[in-house]
């Protein structure tokens, strides 16, 4: 077979998944919920190759194309995955791969969503199992063992849900080995999952990611994952949450944009809270973060402008509105002296064949 590529976007989430009950297999404890994003996307193409290794060669965002080599958790996870798909194929034969990224890596625009699911998308069909691909219910769990829980999101067209199972809800301080036989863990694999709630055209929102830092974050959300129970407030957010899943995933299908607005914010910061009350403590927020987040509240109040902010594992502010306001918020945000630039989204497509 010859060469394949696949295209896959980041995703921004409304409602934030931070915890696992199950780190093996990515097992979140809550469901999250996302919208996919136009134009931050990996392209990623794949062929055999008569070479004794693997090589996955990575072009960053205006950076020169680097080998990656398996020296941190989603490295490892993704090489993982190579050597999986391999197996389950038996199609015993090394890969080349190459992987573009139109948007700064690893500074909490999820690159590992989009990187993770355009490349198990491509390696499947490479390795002759289409069926997977093409069944995206079955995509989004292959997606998901190959280490990016996120990653599941981008599976799927427009506006997309991340179920996990009830059993992995109510699993406070997350399953013990004992709980974990083989039955149960397939179980829970095969629950965890993604739906879509609507496709790309059901509404046209648009998310504008102001960059206040475009460096790699500090702390990675894998590790993050591990530590998240460890906060005081954890199992409040959990229990808290419920309730703002349902009324977010309504809001998407009414096009509610000020109840949508009010779940998305609350959620980020609730998330943010548990980061910066476990242990050890994780600040994502910078002073501009800070600030525009201060700003869109008070573009709010003052102007009646319907704009909200969240923010996943890093500095740089998502703005979430309604593509009628975006000419008046860039204006606003060019007026902020800690954004560099912005990235203009609109409602996307899920991971397909290019
Ligand atoms: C803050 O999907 O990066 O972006 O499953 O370890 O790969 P792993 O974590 P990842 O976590 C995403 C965290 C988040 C929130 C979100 O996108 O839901």
Redesign the pocket.
């Known amino acids: 077979m010859s060469k394949i590529t696949v295209k896959a976007p980041a995703?921004?989430?409304f409602?934030?998944?931070?915890g696992?009950s199950e780190h093996e297999l990515?097992i979140?404890r809550n469901n999250?919920i996302?919208m996919n994003l136009s134009n931050c996307y990996t392209i990623t193409s794949v062929e055999f190759g008569e070479q004794n290794e693997d090589i996955v060669e990575v072009k960053y965002f205006e950076k020169e194309v680097s080998l990656l080599t398996p020296n941190d958790?989603?490295s490892k996870?993704l090489f993982r995955q190579i050597e999986r798909i391999r197996q389950e194929s038996g199609i015993d034969k090394k890969v080349k791969i190459y992987s573009e990224n139109s948007f700064p890596a690893d500074a909490?625009i999820?690159s590992?969503?989009s990187s993770?699911a355009a490349l198990t998308g491509a390696l499947l069909i490479l390795f002759g199992q289409k069926e997977k691909f093409e069944d995206k219910i079955e995509f989004s769990r292959q997606i998901?063992l190959c280490?990016?829980?996120?990653?599941i999101?981008s599976s799927m067209d427009g506006f997309v849900e991340?179920l996990t199972p009830k059993e992995s809800i109510l699993a406070k301080g997350g399953f013990e080995q004992k709980d974990l036989t083989p039955k149960f863990s397939q179980y829970l694999h095969q629950g965890s999952k993604a739906k879509q709630i609507a496709d790309q055209n059901h509404w046209d929102l648009v998310d504008i990611v102001a960059i206040v830092d475009p460096q790699k974050k500090l702390v990675?959300?894998?590790k993050?994952?591990l530590i998240a129970d460890t906060s005081p407030y954890f199992e409040t957010r959990i229990l808290e949450m419920q309730n703002r899943i349902d009324l977010t995933r309504k809001a998407i299908l009414d096009k509610d944009f000020k109840t949508l607005g009010r779940c998305i914010e609350e959620d980020s910061t609730s998330?943010h809270a548990i980061m910066m009350t476990s242990n050890p403590p994780v600040f994502y927020w910078g002073a501009g973060s800070i600030q525009i987040m201060l700003e869109v509240m008070k573009w709010r109040r003052e102007d009646g402008l319907l704009a909200y902010f969240t923010l996943?594992?890093g500095p740089n502010v998502h703005i979430i509105c309604q593509k009628k306001d975006t000419q008046e918020i860039q204006k606003k945000l060019k007026a902020i002296s800690f954004v560099k630039w912005t990235i203009y989204n609109e409602v996307s497509a899920g991971a397909h064949i290019v």
């Open positions: 995703n921004i989430a409602i934030k998944y931070w696992r990515y979140p999250s996302s958790l989603k996870a909490g999820a590992s969503a993770f998901r280490g990016s829980g996120s990653a999101r991340f990675s959300s894998s993050g994952h998330m996943d594992a």
